[in-house]
T-cell receptor, first 112, second 114 residues
Framework: GQQVMQIPQYQHVQEGEDFTTYCNSSTTLSNIQWYKQRPGGHPVFLIQLVKSGEVKKQKRLTFQFGEAKKNSSLHITATQTTDVGTYFCARSYNTNAGKSTFGDGTTLTVKP | KAGVTQTPRYLIKTRGQQVTLSCSPISGHRSVSWYQQTPGQGLQFLFEYFSETQRNKGNFPGRFSGRQFSNSRSEMNVSTLELGDSALYLC?????????????FGPGTRLTVT
């Protein structure tokens, strides 16, 4: 089936270090959404990217959508312990696909 | 606005039994999607309902079914439970149908099958 690879699966960082997670697809995506799930919690919507090459920022978080709309990244600058959790990308392949399908997620742990 | 609510929050069932989970979406949201989350399989899409009609279905056996009521509330049913059905079942609501709608998740129902 159509797969989206999310890498890395796990990332351990020291507080203050940067963190990046990537979503890669073999086919062109219609849009990509990013969600965060804290330990013991439920996924929470962060952002949606639709346009080729789009870049959006939320404080220390920077989201990018590739020019070819086949990959996306989430970058966190100067991680804090509150950033701990699993970050999921969710993608659709065409406008009639209904709801998105989630990647496997990247679990971030931050050492104080 | 109140968020997405799911009941019950925890459930323990025995193999072979059936279970019904309930989801109340955010007021005004008309789309409800269901997901199964397990440590090994991640977030797996079950189905999506919009205006009381199932619009999309994931790759799950027929033991998994759902419905949506006129007030947008949704239920999912799992019959003949198996040990592998133990998971966190998440419901997500959206304003409308389609891939551009952001999803708001409920706290989930933790199902344990023994």
């Amino acid at each position: 089936g159509q797969q989206v690879m999310q890498i890395p699966q796990y990332q351990h960082v020291q507080e203050g270090e940067d963190f990046t997670t990537y979503c890669n697809s073999s086919t062109t995506l219609s849009n990509i959404q990013w969600y965060k799930q804290r330990p013991g919690g439920h996924p929470v919507f962060l952002i949606q990217l639709v346009k080729s090459g789009e870049v959006k920022k939320q404080k220390r978080l920077t989201f990018q959508f590739g020019e070819a709309k086949k990959n996306s990244s989430l970058h966190i600058t100067a991680t804090q312990t509150t950033d701990v959790g699993t970050y999921f990308c969710a993608r659709s392949y065409n406008t009639n696909a209904g709801k998105s399908t989630f990647g496997d997620g990247t679990t971030l742990t931050v050492k104080p | 606005k109140a968020g997405v609510t799911q009941t019950p929050r925890y459930l323990i069932k025995t193999r072979g039994q059936q279970v019904t989970l309930s989801c109340s979406p955010i007021s005004g949201h008309r789309s409800v999607s269901w997901y199964q989350q397990t440590p090994g399989q991640g977030l797996q899409f079950l189905f999506e309902y919009f205006s009381e009609t199932q619009r999309n279905k994931g790759n799950f056996p027929g033991r998994f079914s759902g419905r949506q009521f006129s007030n947008s509330r949704s239920e999912m049913n799992v019959s003949t439970l198996e040990l592998g059905d133990s998971a966190l079942y998440l419901c997500a609501s959206s304003l409308g149908f389609g891939h551009l709608n952001e999803q708001y998740f409920g706290p989930g129902t933790r199902l344990t099958v023994t």
